[in-house]
């Protein structure tokens, strides 16, 4: 398991933009429990497009057997935030309207781009590339950064990889389609606007994607509840080409409410980046989610974790 972690003593909000690293972790089974292996992309410099965070880490396979790690990566100006002298927690989101904002935070939170690592093995060694794979565009929809990659590897060595960008800070978050004939690259898009618009229902992010029977599937995350009926739960749609998509007769995906092994119920205040383990046969088994409880403000979180959900078919 690939995940993204920082300093427990520091807030989920700013510090996952200044201080997150990707680890790796294994277990015996899917279900767990995790032991902490190593980390896989550490800071390595402000002068690297990467080098003061990676975050949002998407682990695939290629045919040639090379291990694929699509990641967001970031970089700022300053001194590393410490438990001893954080930032002032914050919603990203607030930061347009925020005058006094951190420029550590801003900075990071600008120059996001999604970035590929390559190795032999899950253990490494891994290569990083000096330059990122997606950049985002000026005076496109997908303006400011792009994150959240969704890589699908196809069986005749193509990539097709969905991200997420917005136009500036605060506008509603959307997903775009860019595809590689060879997971090097280059990626481009395959169409120039996002691959959903919901109207006044706009606002997806987390997307995962896998190709199943045929179609590419594709769950994601409804920001505001108008698609699925659940505000932050998760929503299903299909393709044919990875560009035009038609959501599921029913979209619900998933729940933030849970239901744990003893029979009790919860509901998470966040239940973020969900990806999926696929059998053989490219049919999911288990689902994964980053999640946490206690406050429904990023900026007042302290406790975050992986959590797993065996499907049942």
Same mark, same amino acid.
């Given at each position: ?5 920082? $300093?427990?003593?520091?807030? #989920? ?16 089974? *899917?279900?767990? $429990? ?35 790690? #699509?990641?967001?990566?970031? =970089? ?22 925020? $005058? %006094? ?20 093995? *899950? ?6 590339? /000096? ?6 565009? *000026? @005076? ?27 136009? &500036?800070?605060? /506008? ?8 590689? +004939? ?11 606007? *996002?691959?959903?618009? &919901?109207?006044?229902?706009? @606002?997806?992010? /987390? ?7 045929? &179609? &590419?599937?594709?769950?994601? %995350? ?7 009926? +659940? ?9 044919? @080409? ?7 007769? @029913? ?13 009790? +119920? ?7 980046? =969900? ?39």
């Amino acid at each position: 398991m690939f995940a993204s972690r920082w $300093p427990r003593r520091m807030s #989920f909000s700013p510090h996952w933009l200044t201080n997150s690293e990707i680890v790796r972790a294994t277990s015996p089974t *899917p279900e767990g $429990p995790y032991h902490f292996q190593e980390v896989v992309l550490p800071a390595r410099g402000s002068h690297h497009w990467d080098g003061r965070m990676t975050h949002n880490p998407s682990i695939r396979r290629a045919a040639d057997g090379t291990w694929l790690l #699509f990641y967001t990566g970031s =970089t700022y100006d300053g001194d590393t935030p410490t438990p001893e002298a954080p930032i002032e927690a914050v919603d990203p989101g607030e930061l347009s309207e925020m $005058p %006094k904002v951190d420029k550590r935070m801003a900075q990071a939170h600008r120059n996001q781009k999604i970035g590929l690592a390559t190795a032999p093995s *899950p253990a490494g060694p891994w290569k990083r590339n /000096d330059h990122p794979i997606l950049e985002p565009r *000026p @005076d496109k929809w997908d303006a400011l950064l792009t994150t959240n990659p969704a890589p699908c590897v196809c069986h005749d060595g193509r990539v097709l990889l969905i991200y997420k960008s917005v136009r &500036f800070r605060g /506008d509603s978050m959307f997903l775009g389609v860019s595809q590689a +004939e060879h997971y090097a690259g280059p990626y481009e898009r395959l169409q120039d606007e *996002p691959i959903l618009r &919901f109207g006044n229902k706009d @606002d997806v992010e /987390d997307p995962y994607v896998w190709c199943q029977d045929g &179609f &590419f599937h594709l769950i994601m %995350k409804d920001m505001e509840g108008g698609i699925g009926g +659940e505000r932050r739960g998760g929503i299903k749609a299909t393709s044919r @080409d990875g560009i035009r998509w038609t959501l599921d007769a @029913d979209p619900k995906a998933y729940s933030r409410h849970i239901k744990w092994q003893d029979r009790k +119920e919860t509901f998470q205040d966040f239940f973020e980046r =969900t990806s999926l383990l696929l059998d053989e046969n490219g049919c999911p088994t288990h689902l994964f989610a980053a999640t946490a409880t206690g406050s429904a403000h990023v900026g007042a979180l302290s406790r975050s974790w992986n959590m797993v959900i065996p499907l049942r078919h």
